[in-house]
């Protein structure tokens, strides 16, 4: 079983999908041709037979690992007994396909490669056909089963009895050999090979000017701009739409079951990375998606779903991989997500209040737009009276929870605002009712004044992490009394010795859920928002700094983060957690300038 920490594996990608590269330069998980594809290489959720990519030098140690500028190739330098090299991966931006590069050069004395290969289809459980063929007189190998192939350019490796294939590259000082890995249909001719150094300039090309149109300033700037590099690297070039992290089935819980498929796009997460964006100058990038939305979500109202695929797909059915042991043994293997069946309250207010500043930023809307936000209103109308599932999609049985409740206000009280100051067309007294019925509710029924403290839900002696958002929809300021009153209790129920934050009390069974989990991110990055923009700066900062040094030593985040093993959890690199850091950096930024 591979058991490589979630925290050391680099990410590579080319907007199309994405690869795990383990610190010793294994290749454990690659979904093909999308995010949400199959995986051909799967060994992170089982073992080497499963599938993997090793490259490396024999008896060497890697001696360090960057990216190169604001990119995502992979440079990983190795010293071997006698000599160094230079291992450089990368997935080239250009073009409709997917192609992996692996570089190796020898930057001083001599080195031996090794080169090992097991490529597996359908999630690790297809061994393809594999043979030699020639293309243009040089040898290649070629992969298939079903309708997938794999072409590999380059020195070939050697089949082997029990599997897979290796291989060994002799190179002195200044030699340098190349892999390509490229996917296709089966049925289509072998592809061409790959002009690498082209490739490479066009893929530094678009990562330079990208990062050129970042504006990102002040103590955090570095972490800030490799989180909006990552919201960029898990968007689809082609489509627009963001998934919520690379992988699916990375574990909440070392050896637990709460293990979920994250390869989707969530309106929320879309949402909150279109903020993101145009906080920081990426008005591009935020009509990207917004264009996603409007076609994901075209169609009767009443079929609103809180996440799609990839290209707008309805269709996420959840089952189950029995053929792989997962993560540390946690079990079972998911894909598919079965929260895409869930009313979750608070996911049009999100769209609403990214739709709102995208406005704010210069954007107008047109018709199709503005006509589609209405009916999602509609659509919450509706649904004024139903129970929901929450932010954090909890499997047991619906509640009124107040942070969606909330958010449903926000949703109205956008639209509001849209008639009054954009002169846009809408029912806005009906609006209007429905969103003073809704802040009177809360009040009467979300507040807890015993406690001074909003509740996790309204009939339930419970917080939520999900309250400390409360401040950004407007619904009230971050330093009104029940707010702090909010935070105190935070503090006291879900805030761990080390300043790290539960999203909400596990022991208290609400998920339907067995098992526990570690804190949360972004709940914690939450907390330094709340902190900062509350007047306690030196809390924030102090909280901030150890959520920094929690990071990876390329600067991802997974899910979740335990600090007493200091080991990252969950799907990874999760795009919410880089939210949360950007969001918590421009609150200090605000708190402190501002």
Not at 187 to 211: H, M, N
Not at 285 to 309: E, F, K, N, S, T
Not at 344 to 357: F, H, N, P, S
Request: charged content about 25%.
């Amino acid at each position: 079983m591979v058991d490589t920490p979630i925290e050391e594996y680099a990410f590579i990608g080319d907007q199309h999908t994405g690869a795990l590269v383990s610190r010793d330069g294994s290749i454990d998980w690659l979904c093909l041709p999308r995010f949400d594809s199959p995986a051909v290489f799967a060994a992170l959720l089982g073992d080497e037979d499963n599938g993997h990519w090793q490259v490396g030098v024999r008896d060497g140690d890697v001696t360090g690992r960057q990216y190169e500028g604001d990119s995502f190739t992979l440079r990983t330098t190795w010293a071997g007994p006698r000599g160094t090299a230079v291992v450089t991966d990368f997935m080239p931006t250009s073009g409709d396909g997917s192609d992996l590069v692996r570089m190796v050069e020898c930057t001083e004395g001599e080195v031996d490669v090794d080169q090992t290969l097991v490529m597996r289809f359908s999630y690790g459980k297809v061994r393809p056909w594999v043979r030699r063929m020639q293309q243009d007189g040089e040898p290649v190998l070629v992969a298939v089963a079903g309708p997938a192939s794999l072409t590999l350019h380059g020195p070939l490796p050697e089949g082997r009895p029990q599997g897979g294939r290796v291989g060994q590259v002799h190179l002195a000082a200044g030699e340098q050999v190349c892999w390509v890995l490229t996917s296709q249909e089966s049925w289509r001719s072998l592809p061409p090979p790959l002009k690498v150094a082209e490739a490479l300039e066009l893929t530094r090309t678009y990562w330079r000017e990208f990062s050129s149109q970042l504006q990102a300033e002040g103590p955090w700037a570095t972490p800030v701009r490799r989180s909006l590099l990552l919201l960029k690297a898990l968007t689809h070039i082609g489509t627009g739409g963001i998934v919520a992290a690379a992988t699916t089935s990375l574990p909440e819980e070392f050896g637990g079951e709460r293990n979920w498929d994250y390869r989707y796009c969530w309106l929320r997460d879309a949402a909150l990375t279109l903020e993101a964006m145009l906080a920081h100058g990426l008005t591009y990038g935020a009509r990207h998606w917004r264009d996603w939305l409007l076609r994901a979500v075209a169609g009767d109202p009443r079929d609103l779903q809180i996440m799609y695929g990839l290209g707008g797909e309805r269709e996420l059915t959840e089952r189950e991989l029995e053929h792989l042991p997962g993560y540390a043994g946690s079990r079972p293997v998911r894909v598919g997500n079965g929260a895409v069946d869930q009313y979750q309250a608070d996911v049009v207010g999100e769209v609403m209040i990214a739709l709102a500043r995208l406005r704010d930023s210069g954007v107008e809307e047109d018709d199709f737009s503005w006509a589609l936000q209405c009916a999602m209103l509609d659509y919450l109308e509706e649904r004024l009276d139903w129970p929901d599932n929450g932010i954090w999609e909890m499997r047991g049985q619906p509640r009124f929870f107040t942070h969606g409740r909330v958010m449903m206000w926000a949703a109205f009280d956008q639209a509001v605002r849209a008639v009054r100051e954009r002169g846009l067309a809408g029912p806005v007294e009906r609006w209007q009712q429905v969103r003073d019925q809704l802040h009177e509710e809360v009040w009467q029924r979300g507040f807890d004044r015993a406690s001074g403290s909003f509740l996790q839900a309204y009939d339930v002696d419970e917080v939520d992490a999900a309250l400390l958002q409360l401040p950004h929809t407007g619904f009230l300021a971050y330093d009104d009394p029940a707010m702090l009153g909010t935070v105190a209790r935070i503090e006291a129920e879900l805030v761990d010795e080390h300043g790290m934050v539960a999203r909400y009390r596990t022991a208290a069974g609400l998920d339907g859920l067995a098992g526990h989990e570690a804190p949360f991110l972004i709940c914690t990055f939450w907390l330094v928002e709340q902190y900062a923009l509350s007047g306690r700066v030196a809390d924030a900062e102090s909280l901030m700094a150890r959520l920094v040094d929690a990071g990876s030593e390329l600067g991802l985040y997974a899910e979740e983060y335990d600090p007493v093993r200091r080991r990252h959890v969950g799907n990874f690199p999760q795009a919410f957690s880089h939210l949360g850091l950007v969001r918590a950096a421009d609150a200090l930024a605000r708190a402190q300038h501002g």
